[in-house]
């Protein structure tokens, strides 16, 4: 039988760690989902999922349990993804692959972004690829708070609520950043619609 996160949260307080990882291993790929959302680059992406579940791990004293653990994990990603997004914006960088010409790899993206069905047809898959590309970029462009309210809500599936917990607003904060945020991608993805 599987434990609740409830469980698995005062066992890890008590110093069991295998309860700590199996909490990793429940929220990984989730966390890894929104912080490559937010920050649209898989290492600045990876670190942000370390640096959750690290800070995570270090808080579960103060983690009180108004919320649940997964709403409390998902609002320290989305801090932590909007720390690097202001620290990006303040010290631009050039990456090797932008500075030396150097492709880059697909890979950490290819575990998010796959389609089995468009696996087998490459035009399909090409297409497949352009359009993730151009969402992906569309939400890139995105404020940092509207980037999270779209992630939590069309790509994690949360609801208002849970986003409000997560953003710590009100519902009706979460309603208008979702409808502004619908519209801007709205418009710069008319084309695709």
């Known amino acids: 039988m599987e434990r609740t996160d ?48 690290v800070k995570a ?14 709403t409390w994990l998902f609002r320290i ?10 620290y990006q914006r303040r010290n631009p960088t050039v990456g090797l692959q932008e500075e030396f010409g150097i492709p880059e790899s697909e890979e950490p993206y290819d575990e998010f972004l796959g389609d089995e069905e468009g696996k087998t047809d490459p035009v399909r898959q090409a297409e497949s690829r352009e359009i993730g590309a151009r969402v992906a970029e569309a939400i890139a462009e995105l404020t940092p708070y509207h980037r999270a309210v779209i992630l939590l809500r069309e790509i994690e599936g949360l609801s208002y609520e849970e986003i409000s ?29």
């Open 6 to 53: 409830s469980e698995l949260v005062e066992l890890a307080r008590k110093g069991n760690k295998e309860a700590f990882r199996e909490l990793f291993e429940r929220y990984q790929r989730k966390v890894m989902s929104i912080a490559l959302g937010m920050v649209n680059n898989p290492e600045d992406a990876m670190e942000i999922v370390q640096d959750t579940f």
């Open 77 to 86: 990603t989305v801090n932590r993804a909007i720390d690097v997004r202001r």
């Open 165 to 193: 917990r997560v953003m710590q607003c009100s519902k009706g904060t979460v309603m208008s950043r979702l409808h502004y945020a619908r519209k801007k991608l709205q418009s710069k993805l008319k084309d695709l619609l």
């Open 57 to 70: 791990y270090e808080n579960l004293e103060g983690f009180k349990g108004e919320s649940s653990f997964y």
